[in-house]
DNA sequence: TCACGTTTTAAACGGTCGTTTTAAACAATC
DNA sequence: GATTGTTTAAAACGACCGTTTAAAACGTGA
């Protein structure tokens, strides 16, 4: 087995786990166990567990956000004075890249499970190394909205973005149980395209209001 | 010291704690020490950290799904019809109950984190219990707002709440850390209240349309 | 083939966890 | 005031945690 396929696996594995049941619940012989290595290969090379935290948000992070500055610097050369609608496009249209697959659907679950975790049961470390790392696009993705909506305070632009991004990440990140309880509530299967379908154009509505 | 200075205080403690660390990351030794128990306390007086964290919730949720229950018989009994908006007045209102001073904001604040925790880091028992104590009133609140909106399907209606549901408590299961960020980006302070004048009409938008 | 740097392995370390045990302190009853 | 049931106290239990160690296995260029 060589050292990339070792590495590779245990980032799939943690991203799994930490995606399912958050970073304490996840401990590193779960993970290696998993993976099918041995122990000590998370020290060895990652260093410790914080740090391997880090890299499985970075391997998803680090592409994310650079497509995103792509799709932002192509959608401003093409037009002047974006609007709001334009901004959330491009960012939906990032993180939807790739997802036209069961297997892609779950991948988008992943990644806003993982956003969550950030910001719920983030350990300061975590958010010190997002900030310091992504923090430029974030700034970046930001600045847009507001040039759409000169109108509207900073401050009501951030928490009108963040309740949005509230109910992504939690529809997302309990996106089983929610399916689960919608099955038993209404008698019939809500597939997770039928629930996006639904949740952009409630966001468009609070957005756009 | 009474017993029920001990099981309240121990109570007190892990409420404070789980909101602000969740389940795993709260050890009972950081909640008999906070509350200055004897570690055996926790098992003595709950027979494990399972069913303490099961006390956590029913010692808030009890109360608040007896206080809902009898405001909805009221709207029902003084509105044949109830619309959305009365419905969802009904759950504001029992939310909000004592909510006037800061001390219960942070109430209030703690209220939404547990709940998120529910969703998201709930170990099967806790589901289960919720499920089984506190389902008939979910569901007679569900009902009403069937009933208010005929024309919309039961999964429509189903995620649509929680859709508001993720807005609400994915804000206040973060609300230090996005103050921060919102104060770093844009120099400004937002207290809560600010916050929750800014999500009720942006819920009311997107609910409403 | 040998030597050498890299990676994997098995075992152990110290520490914290939830829980249990045993005895002491306390409160209420007769 | 002795007795009985309840609550608190200190200590220990085994289990699991993240991490470290030291040796074995591996791959590669000389």
């Not at 973005?161 to 099955?183: D, P, Q």
Request: glycine share 4%; hydrophobic share 45%.
């Amino acid at each position: 087995m060589s050292q990339a396929d070792t590495v590779t696996r245990i980032l799939d594995s943690a991203e799994e786990l930490f995606a399912e049941k958050g970073f304490a619940e996840t401990s590193l012989r779960m993970i290696t166990t998993r993976a099918k290595v041995n122990l000590a290969a998370v020290n060895y090379h990652f260093g410790s567990k914080k740090d391997l935290i880090q890299a499985v948000f970075a391997r998803f992070l680090s592409p994310f956000c650079t497509k995103l500055d792509r799709e932002l610097s192509v959608m401003a050369a093409a037009n002047s004075e974006p609007g709001l609608r334009d901004v959330l496009d491009v960012l939906a249209r990032t993180m939807l890249t790739g997802v036209n697959s069961t297997a892609g659907t779950r991948k988008l679950s992943v990644f806003m499970r993982l956003l969550g975790l950030a910001y719920t049961q983030a350990q300061g470390h975590l958010r010190r190394f997002l900030k310091e790392n992504y923090h430029q696009t974030y700034s970046r993705f930001i600045l847009y909205l507001r040039a759409a909506h000169p109108e509207l305070s900073p401050r009501e632009i951030f928490w009108r973005i963040h309740f949005a991004i509230g109910a992504c990440v939690f529809t997302m990140s309990s996106i089983e149980v929610l399916r689960e309880m919608s099955r038993a509530d209404t008698g019939e299967d809500s597939g997770v395209e039928d629930v996006m379908n639904q949740l952009i154009p409630f966001l468009a509505a609070a957005l756009e209001r």
